[in-house]
């Protein structure tokens, strides 16, 4: 039977468009499946903030920061846990990701156009001992152009391979089916979906007007995690994290199904260390949403005090933008899905960042003005916004109104006033001095050390009842689904492995959809800016090795 292309990638997003553009840089025809309309191209990697890990980059020198892959790999290790058989191969791709980290990724990209803020940013500040979890040091760069601008490049290449014939894009197919002859996978079959004018992000019809059958030497699977399929979230929920939430928001399209995953094992692929997924604790309800429960993660900076449901606080070192998976742990003991950040105005304004590239237009329409507008008094106009007309906010005067509100939005009288006062009080008394017992007031101190931090990140310390720094604000914050850690098993050439680890053959698997590379690089634990770095560096493996095959 004829092939009708050299290789079929599955899934146009960021980790499929780096696959195929390798290819087709090698000569090889590619198919390009994806079930979303034209309009969704470039999948999550659109949406996203645009960070990205890297190491001793020439932005952290300037910022006199001092890092090193042996500093890197110190933190990783810590980070990711890596603790069972399935770790081996997710052991070599971090080892392997490290080193692409610090060396040839920002060559690469900057060579292609990307370009990068000069200010680093410190995710994941871990806050426990020097081989924890955790990034030593400010080590997310984000992309001048945030997520559109990283996909630029890439879409650039793919259409210009397309224009000389080499790639075929086919939006609204929809794969069911994986099938072998002779030995190797090189069948796809499954639906064509009827036509769409859903616009990027929104969910579009999955009513069938046929099906496809196609052929090639091998298949590329970037279809992504299960982020947006809260059912298999649920399903894959570990006990070591409690119950699931019963409300949960969605950090990413319905689209990110996770069926693709199911269709690879099928047809005989390995599916390892799908209990570790990595989903955001600081989640608020975007009151504009795009796509069903939208929520939209705080980038907070480490002042704002955090409380449980009934208005504790969380335990050392829970601070924001420490410990996420730790924070998670601890949450689901609470009884409650639901956490506040207690703040004020002065905070706010400093320190709250909204990630993704549609609440940053500034530096995703790469404004220098806009950037440096930031700098001015008043928080930026997404965080305005949904202080305005975002259901999770709540603005007073004093303690007993912020109570009353939050207790409003909880719909239970959870907060108490008097104990709200003592815990925000007792805080307080620790900022009359350049020292504290309190470790939060320690890490804003620290925090400030950091020319980054004391620049755009971290308010100067204050005390939150100061009247200056007027009004309180209460943020209740929700669990907000993200990325799969776990995935398809794959070798250092992006094969997708069986269960007996042997290779699949004809079958590789790249991005999300292999756990970013070995079926889970990150182990329990992300550094943060390493999912659209992990899309890039597998894509980029898988596209090579496949186009190597195929010759």
């Not at 005090?305 to 730790?326: E, I, K, N, Q, S």
């Not at 009353?404 to 006062?421: S, V």
Request: glycine share 12%; net charge neutral; proline share 6%.
């Amino acid at each position: 039977m004829a092939l009708d292309a050299d290789v079929i990638v599955i899934g146009a997003g960021l980790a499929g468009l780096a696959a195929t553009a390798e290819l087709t840089d090698a000569g090889r025809k590619v198919i390009l499946l994806d079930q979303e309309p034209a309009a969704s191209l470039g999948g999550q990697a659109h949406w996203s903030f645009g960070g990205l890990f890297l190491v001793d980059s020439p932005e952290q020198r300037r910022m006199r920061i001092r890092d090193s892959p042996a500093l890197a790999w110190q933190d990783w290790l810590g980070t990711a846990g890596f603790d069972r058989p399935e770790d081996a191969w997710p052991r070599r791709w971090a080892e392997a990701y490290v080193d692409f980290a610090a060396g040839e990724k920002r060559a690469w990209l900057h060579a292609q156009g990307v370009r990068f803020f000069p200010v680093v940013g410190w995710a994941e500040r871990g806050g426990l001992h020097a081989d924890g979890p955790g990034n030593s040091v400010p080590r997310f760069h984000i992309t001048w152009g945030t997520g559109p601008g990283l996909l630029e490049p890439f879409l650039r290449r793919v259409r210009a391979a397309a224009a000389r014939g080499l790639v075929d894009l086919r939006f609204r197919h929809r794969v069911t089916g994986l099938t072998a002859s002779a030995g190797a996978v090189d069948t796809v079959t499954g639906e064509v979906l009827v036509p769409s004018a859903a616009a990027r992000g929104e969910a579009s019809s999955r009513e069938a007007a046929g099906h496809f059958e196609l052929r090639a030497q091998a298949v590329i699977v970037t279809s992504g995690g299960i982020g947006g399929n809260h059912d298999l979230v649920r399903k894959a929920w570990p006990a070591r994290l409690g119950t699931p939430p019963e409300r949960m928001l969605s950090g990413v399209p319905a689209h990110v199904d996770g069926l693709m995953l199911g269709i690879t094992a099928d047809a005989g692929g390995h599916l390892v260390n799908g209990d570790r997924m990595w989903h955001y604790t600081e989640g608020i309800a975007n009151w504009d949403p795009v796509w069903a429960r939208h929520g939209i993660r705080i980038l907070p900076g480490p002042s704002s005090l955090w409380l449980d449901a009934r208005g504790r606080r969380l335990p050392v070192p829970l601070f924001p933008g420490f410990d996420t998976l730790g924070t998670l742990e601890h949450l689901r003991t609470t009884g409650h899905d639901h956490t506040w950040f207690v703040l004020n105005q002065r905070i706010i304004e400093k320190e709250f960042t909204l990630s993704g590239s549609e609440q940053n237009p500034d530096l995703t329409g790469r404004s220098l003005r806009g950037v440096l507008a930031r700098a001015l008094p008043g928080a930026p106009g997404p965080v305005r916004s949904h202080l305005d007309h975002g259901p999770d906010f709540v603005v007073a005067g004093n303690l007993r109104d912020l109570a009353r509100g939050m207790n409003a939005k909880a719909r239970a009288q959870l907060i108490d006033t008097a104990e709200l006062r003592r815990v925000v009080e007792a805080r307080d008394r620790e900022l009359a001095n350049p020292f504290a017992k309190d470790l939060q007031v320690t890490a804003i101190h620290g925090a400030r050390r950091y020319l980054g931090d004391r620049l755009i990140r971290t308010a100067a310390p204050h005390r939150i009842l100061d009247p200056a720094a007027a009004p309180l604000i209460a943020v209740r914050l929700s669990i907000l689904t993200r990325k799969s850690l776990g995935g398809l098993e794959t070798d250092l050439a992006a094969r997708v492995l069986r269960p007996d680890g042997t290779p699949l053959d004809g079958v590789y698997a790249a991005g999300e959809a292999a756990g970013f590379g070995g079926g889970g690089v990150h182990g329990y634990r992300s550094l943060e800016g390493t999912f659209l770095g992990g899309c890039l560096f597998s894509g980029r493996t898988a596209g090579r090795a496949a186009a190597e095959a195929t010759a």
